[in-house]
Each structure stands twice: as structure tokens, then as C-alpha cells.
């Protein structure tokens, strides 16, 4: 029997954390500034339109377009080099920010820019979901 590598795991601040939280409820939230209303990902003591430091977090989407993706090889982390080739995506949500993130459902040689997808979650243990993307319906 193969021993496959532990996935490494994000850490978690208290920056980041409602993003986490919200993830591990299934929601997607956002950063966004209170004085001019942007978003921004990722999370950011300032804002980086206006450099307000008055912010909260809001429940978004979760649609989002492929912006551009690339596929890593070895050297990587035994984890990933398991799995290698390992996708890498960039998606840009409806409301702007865009997140390096993973697709889930969609084989690496089909994807396309601007294909439309939609957020789903991956819970790795009781702390961490993972903000994954499938294709939209
Ligand atoms: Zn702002």
C-alpha cells in the first residue's frame, strides 16, 4: 500500500478568518471597504482603492468566469507532486476580486477563458473547507 502525503493546510489569521468561517458554513464572503464599496481579495487591513480602514465581510455570488489557470509539475510538495500534473486556476467572481483557487468537476484540457462557473466547498478537516469552483449550471 501506497502512503499518499497529508494535504498542507491554509493558515488561518485573524485576518482571514470569517472567510474561513463563513467556507466552513458553505458561504462565500468577501471583504468589502464601508467608505467606497470595493471589494478585495485577499484579505487586507486597508483598502486598496482608498486606503479606508473601515471594512466588513458580505456574503457574495459565488459565479464567477475562468480568468486563467496554468498546471504545476514537480519539484512541489509531496502532496501535490503525487498528483501532478496539479491545475492551478484563477477565477474572477461577478463582483471583481479574483481567487487562485481549484476546479473541481472540469478535466484540465477543457478548460476555457470566460467559461462560467460556480463556488462549491471542499471540508479537509473540521477547520479548513476549501473555496473550490465547479461549472456553472
Ligand atoms: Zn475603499
Known amino acids: 500500500m501506497t502512503m499518499l502525503a497529508d494535504?498542507?493546510?491554509?493558515?488561518?489569521?485573524?485576518?482571514?478568518?470569517?472567510?474561513?468561517?463563513?467556507?466552513?458554513?458553505?458561504?462565500?464572503?468577501?471583504?468589502?471597504?464601508?467608505?467606497?464599496k470595493a471589494y478585495r481579495f485577499p484579505p487586507e487591513v486597508g483598502c486598496y482603492a482608498c486606503s479606508s480602514m473601515?471594512?466588513?465581510?458580505?456574503?457574495?455570488s459565488g459565479r464567477a468566469t475562468l480568468y486563467t489557470w496554468t498546471a504545476?509539475?514537480?519539484?512541489?510538495?509531496?502532496?501535490?507532486?503525487?498528483?501532478?500534473?496539479w491545475p492551478i486556476a484563477v477565477v474572477q467572481l461577478d463582483e471583481g476580486p479574483r481567487l487562485t483557487t481549484n476546479i473541481v468537476d472540469v478535466p484540465y484540457e477543457e478548460y476555457v477563458f470566460g467559461m462560467a462557473l460556480q463556488a462549491d466547498f471542499q471540508q479537509l478537516d473540521d477547520e479548513v473547507a476549501l473555496v473550490v469552483f465547479r461549472r456553472a449550471d
Open 7 to 36: 494535504r498542507p493546510l491554509p493558515e488561518i489569521t485573524p485576518l482571514t478568518e470569517p472567510f474561513w468561517a463563513a467556507a466552513r458554513e458553505r458561504r462565500l464572503v468577501m471583504q468589502r471597504c464601508d467608505d467606497c
Open 54 to 60: 473601515n471594512s466588513a465581510w458580505e456574503p457574495v
Open 72 to 85: 504545476a509539475y514537480p519539484p512541489l510538495l509531496p502532496y501535490f507532486a503525487e498528483r501532478a500534473p
